[in-house]
């Protein structure tokens, strides 16, 4: 596709429920960012993708988050037994190379 | 104290003034970007520097690595222009870090242009 693309646009669920939130990049970026912007908040950093290196997950905030790519494809950022905290717009880019890079319109998740 | 600094955090313009938004930042850093976010909650990524100014149609972005200071400039503003505009920087990571790729972000500077 001609840009980064993010499924679901929106996520309602409830809370203790498992979530999954998918990242398509665009083609040939070997670099992938999850973020997360609660409301009225600033971006925070989750996750980093580079190639075949092990990814910096220093951003993501407990053990129920885990995001996964394959190769230089799609990426999945799973959330386990969601809490309302974990309310935000969920955020995927995409680059070349280290950089701020594309990024795909988001996921908005409400958890109740 | 938050390692990137944004001001001010609202700014209100008329149509064709000079805006100017600020940034500072406690840290080392091996590159600044900003990026503007839409109403609709887009993000564009409008400059990547790590020294110097770049301009790009009538934005113009400059960086100051001693001061760690940055700054983004629009020209002739118009309301098109209103959006959340944010500074974030890559950290200069120890050697045998990993976190090449993270960005720290600031609080962002809500920006309305009024006709």
């Known amino acids: 596709g001609a840009g980064v693309s993010q499924s679901p646009s929106n996520k309602v669920t409830e809370k203790g429920k498992d979530v999954e939130l998918r990242c398509d990049p665009i083609s040939g970026h070997t670099a992938l960012y999850w973020y997360r912007q609660r409301l009225g908040q600033g971006l925070e950093f989750l996750i980093y993708f580079q190639g075949n290196s092990a990814p910096d997950k220093s951003g993501l905030p407990s053990d129920r988050f885990s995001a996964e790519r394959t190769g230089e494809s799609v990426s999945t950022l799973t959330i386990q037994r969601t809490q309302q905290e974990d309310s935000a717009v969920y955020l995927c880019?995409?680059?070349?190379?280290?950089?701020?890079?594309?990024f795909g319109p988001g996921t908005r998740l409400t958890v109740l | 104290k938050n390692e990137v600094e944004q001001s001010p955090q609202n700014l209100t313009a008329q149509e064709g003034e000079f805006i100017t938004i600020n940034c500072s930042y406690s840290v080392g850093i091996s590159a600044l970007h900003w990026l503007q976010q839409h109403p609709g909650g887009g993000i564009v990524s409008l400059f990547m520097?790590?020294?110097g100014k770049k301009k790009h149609g009538r934005l113009i972005a400059t960086i100051n690595i001693q001061e760690k200071h940055s700054s983004l400039h629009i020209t002739a503003s118009h309301p098109r222009d209103s959006a959340v505009y944010i500074c974030a920087v890559r950290l200069i990571i120890p050697a045998g870090g990993t976190s090449y790729g993270k960005l720290t972000f600031g609080q962002g500077t809500i920006l309305t242009v009024h006709p």
């Open positions: 520097l790590s020294s």
């Open positions: 880019a995409s680059s070349l190379v280290a950089g701020a890079g594309f």
